[in-house]
T-cell receptor
Framework: GDSVTQMEGPVTLSEEAFLTINCTYTATGYPSLFWYVQYPGEGLQLLLKATKADDKGSNKGFEATYRKETTSFHLEKGSVQVSDSAVYFCALSTNSGGSNYKLTFGKGTLLTVNP | NAGVTQTPKFRILKIGQSMTLQCAQDMNHNYMYWYRQDPGMGLKLIYYSVGAGITDKGEVPNGYNVSRSTTEDFPLRLELAAPSQTSVYFC??????????FGPGTRLTVT
């Protein structure tokens, strides 16, 4: 079945540091890939997405590129801020043979950015 | 637009009690989902619906029931609550194979 493996946390960085959170996936067919962010006490929000190979999703300084050859979708940001402290989830979506478009999530990576 | 709303925000249940978690959306999306989030485990799909009158099981449906009589509402019913159902529950919606929009969650404790 489909699965997502993402970097174990927690990750602690200083402000303005470079961030990478690794994400690899296993899926049948051609999935869409997503990064969601969950701020403390809130629901998940879509951060960025990519729907086909070599697409780059970007938002709020975060980027991720859909790499089919390495089945990866790593999240990067050049300079993190304290306000980026949150849990980040990698996810994929496939049309698994019917009309259902279920998301499969990784376990989440807690990021803490210190001033 | 309110987006996806969930009630209640918090609830404490005793073992064996029942309750319904409410979820409503005003986005006119066909697809709706219920997830539970346990610490360090990501999100697990409980049930989902592809339209009014159609529901199906996800990964962890045992102990839960759903109904979808309208496009807007997708309540989740817990019968005979157990401590293993202590979790944060999220409702989400989508329009086909696009991103899902999540509600703020319901934090449930069963003691």
């Amino acid at each position: 079945g489909d699965s997502v493996t993402q970097m174990e946390g927690p990750v602690t960085l200083s402000e303005e540091a470079f961030l990478t959170i690794n994400c690899t996936y296993t899926a049948t067919g051609y999935p869409s890939l997503f990064w969601y962010v969950q701020y403390p006490g809130e629901g998940l929000q879509l951060l960025l997405k990519a729907t086909k190979a070599d697409d780059k999703g970007s938002n709020k300084g975060f980027e991720a590129t859909y790499r089919k050859e390495t089945t990866s979708f790593h999240l990067e940001k050049g300079s993190v801020q304290v306000s980026d402290s949150a849990v980040y989830f990698c996810a994929l979506s496939t049309n698994s043979g019917g009309s259902n478009y279920k998301l499969t999530f990784g376990k989440g990576t807690l990021l803490t950015v210190n001033p | 637009n309110a987006g996806v709303t969930q009630t209640p925000k918090f609830r404490i249940l005793k073992i064996g009690q029942s309750m319904t978690l409410q979820c409503a959306q005003d986005m006119n999306h066909n697809y709706m989902y219920w997830y539970r989030q346990d610490p360090g485990m990501g999100l697990k799909l409980i049930y989902y619906s592809v339209g009014a009158g159609i529901t199906d099981k996800g990964e962890v449906p045992n102990g839960y029931n759903v109904s979808r009589s309208t496009t807007e509402d997708f309540p989740l019913r817990l019968e005979l609550a157990a401590p293993s159902q202590t979790s944060v529950y999220f409702c989400a919606t989508s329009q086909g194979a696009y991103e899902q929009y999540f509600g703020p969650g319901t934090r449930l404790t069963v003691t």
